[in-house]
């Protein structure tokens, strides 16, 4: 990585190093949590299922977390992350997009500026009934959602993109062996991560014609950081790579070593909430 990105005056390095090491290890402080259901509802009118973890007691900050493709708001990944997030007195807003999980909506009807669209929802709806998100984390699409989100969203300060892609086009890779057949005949039925799914051409225009996030990503003006696998077999390591190179400061990169895309290991998820804490600690307004 350019030196530029990574290099630190030794006093601020050593503070920054200090205070990440302290937040890795934790609080000696047993944590406890409450889960509560929530519904709002989302961008065209659909019922969204949500739920927030907070911890039970003083909430340091608010965070909106987007699930990653055809996922949900229970996906491992988001649960435990969200979750070990309220160790760190973080509450976290989890929700399932427009047609998957318990919200309701057609999927096939859905596209990224839907997902979108029901971000910014999910962000009015903390804002009217707790507090707006200063911390915005997505997963995978989700990544690219809380990007191109942001700006829509005047209280965050600080955005965490993981495993995300730098174009939301790249998400069609998952189905090209359909995109002929959704050209010719509207759709198609794909299998995606063991199940099936309905891809539209309206979604393939979408994510192929309407949306760069070059724009959004230089100017975002809050705090990024990308945390990515370099063996990430789904999205590629050198999407990561894309989105640092084109953000401005503040920015940093964290490498997810051997976690896989879904960040389905129990210390994965738990490693991230903890880095994502420590980071995000200087950018918060408790």
Known sequence: MNNAITQLPAAMAAR?????????????????????????????????????????????????????????????????IAQGLTEHGIAVLRFDFTGLGASEGEF??????????????????????????????????????????AGQVPEATAVVT???????????RMFSDHLEQIAEEGEALVQLEGR?????QQFVDDVASRHSLKE???????????????????VDVSNAMEILMTAKHPKSFVSLDDADHLLTGRDDAAYVANVIAA????????
Do not use: E
């Open 196 to 200: 099936p799914f309905h891809i539209r």
């Open 279 to 286: 980071w995000s600690a200087r950018y918060l307004n408790s």
């Open 16 to 80: 920054r190093y200090n205070a990440f090491s302290a937040a890795l290890r934790g609080s000696l402080t047993v944590h406890r949590m409450k889960s509560t259901r929530q519904d709002f509802p989302g961008a065209h009118g659909h019922v969204l299922a949500a739920r927030l973890d907070a911890p039970d007691g003083a909430i340091r900050a608010y965070a909106l977390f987007a699930h990653c493709f055809t996922c949900g708001k229970d996906v491992l990944a988001a649960r435990r």
């Open 216 to 234: 959004q990503i230089a100017g975002l003006r809050r705090a990024l950081l990308v945390m990515h696998a370099p063996n990430d077999t789904t």
């Open 108 to 149: 096939a009807a859905t596209n990224f500026s839907s997902n979108v669209a029901d971000l910014i929802a999910a962000a009015d709806f903390m804002r009217a009934r707790h507090a707006a998100p200063q911390l915005l984390i997505g997963h995978s699409l989700g990544g690219a959602a809380v990007l191109a989100a």
């Open 162 to 172: 993981l495993a995300a892609p730098s174009s939301p086009a790249y998400v069609t």
